[in-house]
Each structure stands twice: as structure tokens, then as C-alpha cells.
């Protein structure tokens, strides 16, 4: 039997929410759509709902719009049927109710996240102790230490032991074999990069090596070096090498598929650096498409770096591909519809009304406001005198009315320019509210289930009016 869900609404969007009704909601659920009587459906409180719907309630949910600010608890209690928060969005309801998007526990991940700090033997122990927290609180599960080739790296047992204190895990990359046996015997948690000539640096310590082809590519001398690890009785990762393009990437990923089948369960490192730092893309799709190789081959391990100024936010990047595979191969699914951390300069539905429904929204407007939405055919502006569409923010000036306000003038400027970037990328716009850009621009901590205050502008024209 098909669930009951009780949608509330409100005048304005009421038409569009029985369109959708039609769809595949209609068919997928029981829908019973209530217009609680307020113009915009954010204004409902929870006064008007226990005046205006009579219990019982013949439903399983009831689903109000997100920007409400009521409390679904104290609803669900007064009412005896559980009450939720819905997307702000009508455009969004059916990935909210299950009918597009999969499954949203985000929680669990298998993969472990190795961040470099390539200049940690360059920087005092208390910075890099906070860079290493920073990099902890990103995502980060292990901490490398990058050495300098040729630069000594005299505090090394100092910042090992620092970071082991905070808790922290700790791994060491360097050329030089001193260099890794003084940080295999300060109790580093992994060493990189051995060879089957340089393991016996880890002997005796509790250091896991990963371990590395040598020459460069050869994986019989890591298959040989992974053996030689068995036979001492030493835990290990084995990394065949991620090239940049055209310096060989294309086989680079062949000899990962390749030591997967040789070595079945071994564990594998993968670093993703040489395509995140070396390629002038955005670094959350070469990241996404790493990870995806890594999650169909069961590479557990990854070390990322953030170095030039466009992987500012890798690792962030990484931890959230990490999480949204997980969940994505768990359910057999493709990654679609689990997160949008990684939808960084597009929306996946970056307009939530269309033309048509904001011509109405223009027609049913009584006051003098100016109201900024976007649709596919460019920014609206409009109030109860106007209604333009435009493409560009500067060409909307002409037809606003804005004598010697100066102050309402700029805010409607920073607003027509955020309507701009939204619609020229195809992002979503809300106005007042800041663009999202994943986990390139985490959100703000503002709480978002109550209406705004005025800004300032508006306390100015409401202040001016009451003199």
C-alpha cells in the first residue's frame, strides 16, 4: 500500500506543487496536498497549522517546506503523525523523497587519507602542528612528512613524537635511508618509499613500509619487494606509481589494475598528486575519477597533496569522493544522487522554477519589493510595477527604481551579480542566500530554518517610513 504523505503549501506555489503531483510522486505515493493559507508557504507557524488542520491527520508524513520555521517535534507530538522538514525547493522533492536519489549515509568510507605536508621539515614543530591539525579536520587519517632532497631535516624525531601525542598518525617519505631508519626507530607509523634493497629500514620497528617498484615500473621487484616483506613479517602497502600525463598515465593506471590481479590482498597506496597538482583542471573531478578507479579496485590507501593554489581544497575533495563512493558501491549503484560536495561550478538542477512559473510568481506580487530569481531564460527581477529578464546584471539597471538610494542600490547589485554567476554557470540562485560551491565553499554555520532579518536597507526605507 502506497505511503500517505500530507504536503503543506502555500498560495504561490500550491500550482506547481500539484504539477508535480501528476508525476511519478503521484504514483509512487498517496498525496494529499493541503495550502495551510499563507501567500508564501516559509511564513507558516506552528499557531496556524493547529488552527487550520484538524486532527486526525489521514497521513503517514507530513512534509513541510524547509524554509518553515516550525518545530517538527512539537507537531508531530500535537498532531500524532510525524512532521519533516522538507527541501527548500519543489524542484528538489522527489530526490528528497527517494524517487532520484540513493542512499545518503555518508558516514563510512574504506579508504585511508595520507595528506603531505611537503615543507614539514622547513617549519617550526607548533605550526606544524596546527597545519597538520587543520589537515586532521579535512579529512586527513595519516600525516606525511615530506623530506627535502638534500635539505636536513634535523627536528624529525620532535615533530614525529608531537604528532603521536596529538593523536595523530604519522608517515615519512625521503630519499635518504638514514632519514627513514631515524624515523622508523622515533615510532612513525609508515615509511615511504622502500624497495626491495631498502626494506630492511623498517626491521625491527613497528613502521609499514610501502613499498615502491625499482627500477621505476617494474613490477616484478615489487612483487619481489612485497615477498621479501612476508617473509620478514612485516605489514605493507605496495604503491606501483600514478604518472603525470603524457609521462605515462595511461600505464601508470594498467600497472595498478595489474598489481591487483598479481597481488590479490595486498593493500595499495595510490598518490594522487602527480594528476591534482600537475594539471591545470579543477581538482574535484580528476579527484573523483581517481577515486573511482581506487573504489573499483579496492585501493584502500591514498596520499594527496595540496600544494598549488588550485588544490587549495583537495583533501576535502578527496574525503567526500571517498565517503559518496563508498555508499554508491554498497548499493551497487552509480554515484549520482548521494551528495553534491563534488558539484563544485554546476548544480545538478540549477533552476527550480521555470520561466513560466515565475511569470505568475511577478503577476501575483502586490508590493513594491524587488524580487530576484533565476530560470532558464535568464535573471528575473520584478515587483508589482515591473517584470524584466535580462542576462547580465548591469542592463537590469535602467529599469529599477532607486531614487538616491544608495544603500538599497548596492545590495541589489551584489544580488543581480551572484544572479549572474548562477545563471552563466547553471547554479542554483537564491536570493539573499550565499551560492553553494561543495566542499570548495563550505557552507556558513547561519541558521537557515527561520526567515532572515530585514538588511539593512530595508530597516532603513521601514525606519524612514515610521519618522
Same mark, same amino acid.
Given at each position: 500500500m502506497a505511503e500517505k504523505l500530507l504536503l503543506l503549501t502555500g498560495h504561490l506555489a500550491e500550482p506547481r506543487l500539484r504539477r508535480l503531483a501528476e508525476t511519478e510522486l503521484g504514483k509512487r505515493f498517496s498525496v494529499q496536498i493541503v495550502n495551510i493559507g499563507v501567500k508564501v508557504a516559509a511564513l507558516m507557524t506552528e499557531a496556524i497549522l493547529r488552527r487550520r488542520l484538524r486532527p486526525p491527520l489521514d497521513a503517514d508524513r507530513v512534509i513541510f517546506p524547509g524554509r518553515a520555521g516550525l518545530d517538527a517535534a512539537a507537531l508531530?507530538?500535537?498532531?500524532?503523525?510525524?512532521?519533516?522538514?522538507?527541501?527548500?525547493?519543489?524542484?528538489d522533492l522527489p530526490a528528497f523523497l527517494g524517487l532520484k536519489a540513493g542512499?545518503?549515509?555518508?558516514?563510512?568510507?574504506?579508504?585511508?587519507?595520507?595528506?603531505?605536508?611537503?615543507?614539514?621539515?622547513?617549519?617550526?614543530?607548533?605550526?606544524?602542528?596546527?597545519?597538520?591539525?587543520?589537515?586532521?579536520?579535512?579529512?586527513?587519517?595519516?600525516?606525511?612528512?615530506?623530506?627535502?632532497?638534500?635539505?636536513?631535516?634535523?627536528?624529525?624525531?620532535?615533530?614525529?613524537?608531537?604528532?603521536? /601525542?596529538?593523536?595523530?598518525?604519522?608517515?615519512?617519505?625521503? +630519499? %635518504?635511508? =638514514?632519514? *627513514? !631508519? #631515524? @624515523?622508523?626507530l622515533a615510532g612513525a607509523d609508515f615509511l615511504l618509499?622502500?624497495?626491495?634493497?631498502?626494506?630492511?629500514?623498517?626491521?625491527?620497528?613497528? /613502521?609499514?613500509?610501502?613499498?615502491?617498484?625499482?627500477?621505476? +615500473? %617494474?613490477? =616484478?621487484? *615489487? !612483487? #619481489? @619487494?612485497a615477498a621479501k616483506a612476508e617473509a620478514m613479517g612485516l605489514s605493507f602497502l605496495v604503491d606501483p606509481i600514478l604518472d603525470p600525463i603524457h609521462s605515462g598515465l595511461a600505464a601508470s593506471?594498467?600497472?595498478?589494475?595489474?598489481?591487483?590481479?598479481?597481488?590479490? !590482498?595486498?593493500?595499495?597506496?595510490?598518490?594522487?598528486?602527480?594528476?591534482?597538482?600537475?594539471?591545470?583542471?579543477?581538482?574535484?573531478?580528476?579527484?573523483m575519477m581517481l577515486l573511482g578507479v581506487c573504489s573499483e579496485l579496492g585501493i584502500r590507501n591514498v596520499l594527496t597533496v595540496q600544494v598549488s593554489p588550485h588544490t587549495r581544497r583537495t583533501l576535502a575533495e578527496h574525503d567526500a569522493a571517498r565517503r559518496l563512493l563508498f555508499a554508491a558501491?554498497?548499493?551497487?549503484?552509480?554515484?549520482?544522487?548521494?551528495?553534491?560536495a563534488l558539484l563544485q561550478v554546476h548544480d545538478r538542477v540549477p533552476f527550480a522554477q521555470?520561466?513560466?512559473?515565475?511569470?505568475?510568481?511577478?503577476?501575483?506580487?502586490?508590493?513594491?519589493?524587488?524580487?530576484?530569481?533565476v530560470a532558464e531564460d535568464g535573471?528575473?527581477?520584478?515587483?508589482?510595477?515591473?517584470?524584466?529578464?535580462?542576462?547580465?546584471a548591469l542592463s537590469c539597471y535602467p529599469d529599477l527604481a532607486l531614487p538616491g538610494d544608495a544603500a538599497h542600490a548596492?545590495?541589489?547589485?551584489?544580488?543581480?551579480?551572484?544572479?549572474?554567476?548562477?545563471?552563466?554557470?547553471?547554479?542554483?540562485?537564491v536570493q539573499d542566500e550565499p551560492l553553494r560551491w561543495g566542499v570548495a565553499l563550505p557552507d556558513d554555520d547561519r541558521e537557515r530554518t527561520r526567515l532572515a532579518e530585514a538588511g539593512h536597507t530595508l530597516r532603513a526605507k521601514r525606519d524612514a517610513a515610521h519618522s
Open positions: 508531530t507530538t500535537h498532531f500524532g503523525v510525524p512532521f519533516v522538514r522538507g527541501p527548500d525547493e519543489i524542484a542512499a545518503r549515509d555518508l558516514s563510512r568510507c574504506d579508504i585511508r587519507l595520507f595528506a603531505e605536508i611537503v615543507d614539514a621539515s622547513e617549519m617550526d614543530r607548533e605550526t606544524l602542528l596546527a597545519r597538520a591539525r587543520a589537515l586532521v579536520a579535512e579529512g586527513a587519517d595519516v600525516i606525511d612528512l615530506g623530506c627535502r632532497p638534500g635539505a636536513e631535516f634535523p627536528d624529525l624525531v620532535a615533530k614525529i613524537g608531537d604528532l603521536q /601525542a596529538a593523536g595523530i598518525a604519522v608517515s615519512v617519505d625521503s +630519499g %635518504d635511508p =638514514a632519514e *627513514l !631508519r #631515524r @624515523a622508523a618509499s622502500l624497495t626491495e634493497t631498502t626494506l630492511e629500514i623498517a626491521a625491527g620497528t613497528r /613502521a609499514t613500509p610501502v613499498l615502491i617498484p625499482a627500477p621505476h +615500473g %617494474d613490477l =616484478a621487484s *615489487l !612483487r #619481489r @619487494a593506471l594498467a600497472r595498478y589494475h595489474e598489481t591487483r590481479r598479481l597481488l590479490p !590482498r595486498a593493500e595499495i597506496l595510490m598518490g594522487t598528486g602527480n594528476l591534482t597538482e600537475l594539471t591545470d583542471a579543477d581538482s574535484a573531478g580528476v579527484t558501491r554498497s548499493d551497487g549503484a552509480l554515484p549520482r544522487f548521494y551528495s553534491d521555470s520561466a513560466a512559473d515565475l511569470a505568475a510568481l511577478a503577476a501575483a506580487t502586490r508590493d513594491e519589493n524587488y524580487r530576484i530569481m535573471i528575473h527581477v520584478f515587483n508589482n510595477h515591473i517584470h524584466i529578464v535580462r542576462a547580465d548596492f545590495y541589489l547589485g551584489t544580488e543581480l551579480a551572484k544572479a549572474e554567476i548562477a545563471f552563466r554557470l547553471g547554479k542554483r540562485y
